[in-house]
């Protein structure tokens, strides 16, 4: 699996700079089976892993972790769960984490959640408040699964060394360029970060932004405040004036206005889709340019858009490399 590091460049056949996608569950027999297609097309450009969002409150749990095992089962990418706190006793995000750990998932993204729309904002958040007790819960269930075992030392009889684990267990979060929409200021957003990466988080997912700045001054402030983790940025493709005004009501993060106007203003859904990502390409090589670790594109359950940026970054394998990996994949 590729390593995210701003020093990192993956190995193997791994595309030089990691890739990765994010998913959510389907909610229909036909969505599953388009979905299907959708990860065998992205596995094509050897992602890192490929992550799957979580419904608030645990609701899409075993649409979830469906995904996730096909994921798993059928391809040679690494599936990453997402997992909400929010609401949970103890007792159920232990359930939740061995559950998921059972079915052989090793990488998770540890999210607080929000509370249903309309739940009063102060009420009680369960027994997790925050994603940093959960990102300690994951390494925790995880550890209790596998306790060490020791094995003997070759050639020195009567001493004995800890096993290594066979695979450490990734744990993500999320971080927000431009602030979480409850955070005071972006100092806070950093020591969150901060408290996450002492909690045991080892990667750092952004919210999505749209100005490469944002994203890589919140990381400078992050390095001065002390966070070392690989901070990877999200970026979605979005190529519909309807999407990009629904995006910035549930992040209130507004899109510079000459990109919005220019989609609104297109009369053709080519020209539209080709505005969408001609303005993601750009940003996402302007984060390379600064030093991103790798790219995270929201695909929204579709390959074209997502793919096509990764194309005209130059970032897709080579086509001999992608055939060879059709053959050989489980
Ligand atoms: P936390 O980091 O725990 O905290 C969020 C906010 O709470 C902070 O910014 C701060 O305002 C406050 N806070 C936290 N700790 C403290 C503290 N110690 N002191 C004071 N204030 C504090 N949601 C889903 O339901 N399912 C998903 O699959 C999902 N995937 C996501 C993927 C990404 C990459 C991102 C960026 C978000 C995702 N979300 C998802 C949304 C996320 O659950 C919400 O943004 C939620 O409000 C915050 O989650 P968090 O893990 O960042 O929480």
Request: with cysteine.
């Amino acid at each position: 699996m590729a390593q995210h590091g701003n020093e990192t460049t993956g190995g193997g056949a791994r595309a030089a700079t990691p890739l990765s996608f994010e998913l959510f569950p389907p909610r229909t027999d036909a969505a599953a089976i388009a979905l299907g297609r959708t990860i065998d097309r992205l596995v094509d450009v050897d992602p890192a892993f490929i992550s799957v969002t979580f419904g608030a409150g645990g609701s899409s749990r075993d649409r979830s972790l469906t995904v996730l095992r096909y994921i798993l089962e059928q391809t040679d990418v690494e599936p990453m769960a997402h997992l909400t706190c929010v609401g949970s006793s103890h007792a159920e995000a232990n359930d939740l984490v061995r559950r998921f750990l059972d079915a052989g998932i090793r990488s998770f993204l540890a999210l607080r959640g929000d509370l249903p729309d309309g739940a009063d904002p102060d009420a009680p958040l369960g027994d997790l408040g925050t994603a940093a007790e959960l990102v300690q819960l994951i390494h925790r269930v995880q550890q209790e699964r596998e306790p060490f075992q020791e094995v003997e030392v070759p050639g020195n009889p009567g001493a004995s060394r800890i096993r290594e684990r066979a695979r450490d267990t990734r744990v993500a979060v999320a971080t927000f360029p431009n602030g979480h929409p409850r955070s005071r200021d972006l100092d806070q957003d950093v020591d969150i970060l901060l408290a996450k990466e002492a909690a045991g988080a080892n990667l750092a997912i952004t919210q999505l932004f749209w100005v490469a700045d944002d994203y890589l001054t919140f990381v400078e402030r992050a390095r001065t405040g002390g966070v070392t983790i690989p901070i990877l940025p999200g970026i979605m493709p979005t190529t519909s004036p309807a999407r990009l005004a629904r995006l910035t009501e549930l992040t209130g993060v507004q899109a510079p206005a000459e990109f919005a106007i220019a989609l609104e203003i297109e009369p053709d859904a080519t020209g539209r889709t080709d505005i969408g990502i001609a303005f993601a390409t750009d940003l996402a090589a302007e984060v390379l340019a600064g030093g991103a670790p790798g790219l995270h594109l929201y695909t929204y359950n579709r390959h074209e858009a997502v793919l096509d940026v990764v194309d005209r970054l130059g970032l897709a394998p080579n086509p001999q490399t992608t055939n060879e990996r059709n053959v050989t994949r489980r």
